[in-house]
């Protein structure tokens, strides 16, 4: 029996490159970051919502989710990536600048 793709996932597919993922999970990802979001800001005013950076990081990643489609994380490579490849980043981020300049020779 083949699987009943709603309208406005066709259409999306019409507009946008979706992964090869079945609709179905692809619907239930959006609805996972939708309740996601909720139960991060439950009870946040802005206030507070603004005061905790890692509710605001999980609601701007699921946004993200949302937005560009991204559901499949895989949670080693983040480990690896913010573990080691992020201070190697940051060590050559404070390295000072060489100058671009060329002497007047």
Not at 48 to 67: E, M, P, R, S
Not at 72 to 87: N, Q, S
Request: net charge neutral.
């Amino acid at each position: 029996m083949e699987e009943c793709i709603p309208d406005c996932a066709a259409e999306f597919s019409k507009r946008r490159f979706v992964p090869p993922r079945a609709w179905r999970l692809w619907l239930e990802d959006i609805e996972q970051s939708i309740a996601r979001i909720a139960t991060y800001i439950e009870g946040l005013d802005f206030a507070a919502f603004c005061a905790d950076q890692k509710t605001v990081d999980a609601v701007v990643h699921n946004l993200h989710i949302l937005v560009h489609g991204y559901f499949t994380v895989d949670l080693e490579i983040v480990w690896l990536t913010a573990k080691h490849r992020v201070p190697e980043l940051h060590q050559i981020l404070k390295r000072p600048a060489k100058s671009s300049r060329r002497s007047g020779k």
